[in-house]
C-alpha cells in the first residue's frame, strides 16, 4: 500500500531539484524496469502482485521487495496515461570516462543543447540501436533523469552512459587530429563525405542548430540532403530522426576506400 509521503515524494521526483537534492530518478513499465533493474540500484519498487509474481527470481537477485500495489494506487503516482504494473525508483549513475581516449577509440554522439527531452530520449535509444556507448551533452541540454526522456529511452539508458559536459571547452581538449563532424544545414552531403568508425558526430538544438562556440570546433560538416536535393521542403528534420539517419550511415559497412580511416 503507498502511503501518502510516499505518494508526495514521488510526485516531487517530477521536478530536477527533488531528482538532483536525491540522485535518483524513477522508470515505469515492465519493459524499461526490467531492462534497467539488472544495471542500476533500485531503493523503491512499487509494482501489482501480477508483476511481483512474475519476477520474483530478478527481485530476489537484487535484494529489493517491492510494495505491492493495486492498479488504482499505482495511477495515483504514475505519470504515464495509462499506468503498467510497476514503477521504480533508481539511482542516478556516475559514469566517469576519459573523454579524449573514449573518442579516440569509438564513435561517440554530442549534443548541444537538445532541449526537448523526448527528443533527447530517442537519441539515446538510438544510440543504443547502433552501438554507440557515450554521448556528450552540453550543460543546457535537457536533462537525462526527466521522466519523458527517461521512458523514451526504452531501456537504452541501460547501455548508453551520458555525460553532461562543457561542449566547447570538451572540443578544444581534443587532440587536432580527433575528427569532429557536425550537422548543418548548408553542407557537403553526409553520402558523398568520408566517414569514420571513431570520433565525435555532433546534434545540433532543435531551433538554432549548432552553436557558434561549438561550430567553430567542428572542421567535418555533413549535410543530410532532401530529395530530389535542392527541390523545395521542409525546413529540417527532426534532431531525433536527423540522429538515426547520421548514424546509420556512419555504421554502413566500410567497405570502400573513401570510408577507411
Not at 536525491?22 to 519493459?31: I, Q, T
Not at 495509462?82 to 570516462?97: G, K, R, S
Not at 556528450?136 to 526527466?146: E, L, M, P
Request: net charge negative; charged share 20%; hydrophobic share 40%.
Amino acid at each position: 500500500m503507498l502511503s501518502k509521503n510516499k505518494i508526495k515524494y514521488i510526485h516531487s521526483l517530477a521536478l530536477k531539484k527533488h531528482r538532483s537534492e536525491d540522485h535518483v530518478f524513477v522508470a515505469e513499465g515492465p519493459r524499461l524496469v526490467g531492462e534497467l533493474l539488472p544495471v542500476f540500484s533500485a531503493n523503491y519498487i512499487a509494482a501489482t502482485r501480477e508483476w511481483a509474481d512474475d519476477n520474483a527470481s530478478l527481485l530476489q537477485r537484487i535484494g529489493v521487495e517491492p510494495d505491492i500495489v493495486t492498479p488504482d494506487e499505482l495511477r495515483k503516482v504514475s505519470s504515464l496515461e495509462t499506468p503498467q504494473q510497476v514503477l521504480a525508483i533508481f539511482q542516478q549513475p556516475e559514469h566517469q570516462v576519459d573523454a579524449c581516449q573514449t573518442i579516440a577509440d569509438s564513435l561517440c554522439l554530442a549534443l548541444d543543447d537538445v532541449q526537448n527531452p523526448g527528443n533527447l530520449g530517442t537519441i539515446i535509444r538510438v544510440a543504443d540501436w547502433f552501438g554507440i556507448t557515450d554521448i556528450f551533452c552540453s550543460r543546457n541540454s535537457a536533462d537525462v533523469f526527466n521522466p519523458k526522456t527517461v521512458q523514451a529511452t526504452m531501456g537504452g539508458l541501460a547501455r548508453v552512459r551520458i555525460h553532461e559536459v562543457d561542449l566547447p571547452e570538451l572540443l578544444a581538449s581534443l587532440p587536432a587530429a580527433t575528427p569532429v563532424y557536425g550537422t548543418f544545414l548548408n553542407a557537403p552531403s553526409i553520402y558523398s563525405s568520408e566517414l569514420t568508425s571513431t570520433g565525435l558526430i555532433i546534434m545540433g538544438n532543435e531551433g538554432r542548430g549548432i552553436s557558434d562556440a561549438v561550430a567553430a570546433h567542428v572542421y567535418r560538416r555533413i549535410t543530410i540532403p532532401n530529395y530530389p536535393e535542392g527541390s523545395p521542403t521542409t525546413e529540417s528534420l527532426n534532431v531525433a530522426i536527423a540522429t538515426a539517419i547520421v548514424c546509420a550511415e556512419f555504421r554502413r559497412p566500410l567497405t570502400l576506400d573513401s570510408r577507411l580511416q
